[in-house]
């Protein structure tokens, strides 16, 4: 039979009629049955009423007058949150009139050799001046381990002597053979501490070996080779691979006839990078102590420069108090010194015409002592 006929309920009802038929039994019509019909969803329509509500309370909590989109200001967002390891890598700002190459210099050691916390220091400025040299650049980085302190100075020291001609002095750096004839004497001294049974006094003695520190004095830096901007050719990049690939397996001997303390006073600016691992750089606090040094003397030159304000003050004040002095003295003599008009020339002459002069008064006094001899007897005188 087929299944077509089987599904519709028509059919259904004819087939089971026909054999009901052939039995002798009757089946009562039923009313075919109307197809079930799903009620509409009315969802759809009752999400229109909030939605129209939503948009009266918008339009009506709005403004009548809009402000244009042209003057409208975006919030600005919040500044993402930088990543600890992105931190680790960044590069300080570069101090005032620093020289060409320690931008460079600062990009290598954190890009290419991997140190972290990277800091400098400007000590160009202090008096006395630091025993690595006057007018000194510090840079002070984190290795992530012994092996990495060592390969990091081996191959910064490399790219100095290759980049800008240079010839640093790392002190603390262990060559590849030194090194190795270093693990050899530390493993046989070990061996018969075992074998005596005294391995204590071998674990806290210093072998040499892991310092935890180098200290590399690249010198001055006005030597140095600043190399051209030109782009390299695929024969010289091949060549500059080979020389890298000799650099690599090269290694790094310090200058033999060179030196690292007091006496090198030069005008020339220095760079010394300073390497730790964290343990060490924590132990060694480099960074406290040229803070304190610097703030002391900043102290010191605020210090110096209010006195030097207030001399200067002082020497103001009285610079004032003695031009004023002098125009005073000034404005007096000129009164004294101004000419006088005719009339009070003629005063002193006309006071002075009814005085006799000197001369004329002994002239008049002897005219009255003749005058007086004359007058006298001359008989009294022989009488007497």
């Not at 060409?100 to 140190?115: A, D, F, R, T």
Request: proline share 8%; hydrophobic share 35%.
């Amino acid at each position: 039979m087929n299944r077509s006929l089987v599904r519709c309920t028509g059919c259904r009802y004819s087939v089971l009629e026909a054999f009901t038929s052939l039995a002798a039994i009757s089946i009562p019509k039923q009313a075919p049955r109307q197809p079930i019909r799903r009620p509409q969803q009315s969802r759809a329509f009752s999400r229109l009423t909030p939605l129209r509500q939503s948009l009266e309370q918008l339009s009506s909590s709005q403004p009548p007058e809009s402000v244009p989109w042209y003057l409208q200001v975006e919030e600005p967002a919040p500044p993402a949150p930088v990543s600890p390891i992105l931190a680790l890598q960044e590069i300080p700002p570069l101090p005032l009139d620093s020289p060409i190459i320690l931008q460079p210099v600062l990009e290598h050691l954190s890009i290419q050799i991997g140190l972290d916390n990277l800091v400098l220091l400007d000590l160009r400025n202090m008096d006395p001046p630091p025993a690595l040299g006057a007018n000194l650049l510090m840079i002070i980085g984190t290795a992530r381990s012994v092996k990495h302190l060592n390969v990091s100075a081996d191959r910064f020291c490399r790219w100095v002597r290759k980049e800008y001609k240079l010839r640093p002095y790392a002190d603390g750096l262990l060559g590849r053979n030194e090194l190795k004839l270093k693990l050899r004497r530390k493993a046989r001294k070990m061996k018969l501490a075992q074998s005596v049974g005294n391995t204590v006094a071998m674990q806290g003695a210093d072998d040499g070996i892991t310092t935890g520190w180098v200290c590399v004095n690249m010198g001055p830096i006005d030597d140095a080779v600043l190399p051209e901007e030109v782009e390299i050719s695929a024969a010289a990049a091949e060549e500059a691979s080979e020389d890298v690939a000799e650099d690599e397996d090269e290694e790094y001997e310090n200058p033999a006839n060179d030196y690292v303390g007091f006496g090198s006073r030069t005008n020339s600016p220095r760079i010394v990078v300073q390497m730790f691992t964290e343990e060490k750089r924590v132990e060694m606090d480099l960074e406290g102590l040229w803070d304190v040094r610097n703030t002391r003397r900043a102290r010191r030159d605020q210090r110096a420069n209010a006195e030097a304000e207030s001399v200067i003050g002082r020497l103001r004040a009285q610079d004032a108090t003695q031009d004023s002095r002098d125009q005073g003295e000034a404005t007096g003599s000129d009164h004294q010194d101004k000419p006088k008009g005719p009339a009070q020339e003629q005063e002193p002459k006309d006071s002075d015409e009814g005085v006799p002069t000197k001369m004329e008064a002994e002239v008049d006094e002897a005219k009255e002592r003749e005058d007086m001899d004359e007058s006298r007897p001359l008989g009294g005188m022989g009488a007497s």
